[in-house]
């Protein structure tokens, strides 16, 4: 990048940061959101996920949202925008209720919505795993704001959150299929990053199991140039249904912690995955 073109990238960050409720949280009851439930399918297994509601990485658990095509997802949009409060929707996003990236509907959804609606921001939430090779395609269509579920940097502390991960017609179990998946999360959020989208990586707080590596996830990302962290607590489900809920207190106490090394989110709504309007 030569440095003429810094001031660019600052003030086009500045704006996508303002315009986005999730990205600003003082801009949170002006700026809203449209998520489009366009991706049905998975290609990991959380131990904390219950497959028939939407991916919890980003939504609220127990809710199941009835999944669009791209042709219905349009008319969403259209019928949101010409709405009272369309004016204030600036965000299109897609959050489930799989990942995104795992679904081609999601990539003729965001096409749809670039040509018809050009004006409006895209918003992708990912597990990371096809990242790096769809990075280009998300980049392509305008993808400014992204964010990654990233819940452990070492094989043995993923190797206790992910059942399996099914990658190329292939699935991987234990510590193989956290590496791969922590690998990819890591280079995708690099890939990102670099090609100017602004980047908030969520991690679920699970008492007992990835607590000690808040720490460490909160450096990582921030020395690859995530902009804002979001810890969630975890709510016991699946697998992880006999695990304690992590308190307010220690919520407050891993934020107070970590937002000395970046900016934490502490008003997400864990919206489902076909919320509209205002957080
Ligand atoms: Fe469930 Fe989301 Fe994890 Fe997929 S990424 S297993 S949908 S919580
Ligand atoms: Fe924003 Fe959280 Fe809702 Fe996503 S789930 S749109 S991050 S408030």
Redo the contacts with the bound molecule.
């Keep these: 990048m030569s440095c003429c073109s810094l001031p660019l990238l600052k003030s086009h960050q500045n704006k996508i940061e303002k315009e986005h ?2 990205f600003a949280a003082g801009k ?1 009851h002006q700026s809203g ?1 449209i ?1 489009l439930a366009v991706a049905p399918h998975c290609n990991i297994s959380c131990n904390y996920c219950v497959r028939k509601f939407d991916c919890v990485n ?2 609220r658990p127990g809710v199941t949202s009835r999944v669009i095509s791209p042709d219905e997802a349009i008319a969403k949009v259209r019928e949101a925008k010409e709405s009272p409060i369309g004016s204030l929707l600036n965000v299109v ?1 897609i ?1 489930g209720p799989g990942d995104p990236l795992a679904n081609e509907s999601t990539f003729r959804t965001l096409e749809l919505v670039r040509s018809h609606f050009p004006k409006l921001l895209l918003c992708i ?1 990912t597990n990371g795993l096809m990242l790096p090779e769809k990075i280009g395609q998300l980049k392509e269509i305008g993808i400014s704001h992204l ?1 990654v579920t990233l819940n452990a940097l070492d094989a043995e502390t993923g190797s206790k959150i992910y059942s399996y991960v099914d990658k190329d017609h292939k699935t991987y179990i234990g510590t193989d299929a956290a590496k791969l998946l922590i690998e990819n999360q890591l280079e995708g959020i690099r890939l990102a990053v670099e090609s100017g989208m602004a980047v ?1 990586v ?1 991690s679920v707080v699970i008492p007992g199991i990835n607590e000690t590596s808040l720490l460490d996830i909160a450096e990582t990302i921030k020395a690859k140039g995530v902009e804002i962290h ?1 810890i969630m607590p975890l709510i016991p489900q699946g697998k992880f249904r006999d695990l304690p809920v992590p308190t307010k207190e220690m919520m407050q106490a891993h934020r107070r912690q970590l937002s000395e090394i970046l900016p934490q ?1 502490t ?5 489902r995955a076909d ?1 509209i309007g205002l ?1």
């Excluded at 008003?267 to 919206?271: E, I, L």
């Design positions: 409720p999730c949170s959101r998520h980003e939504s996003g959050a939430s964010t908030k969520n979001n989110m008003h997400c709504k864990q919206c919320a957080l």
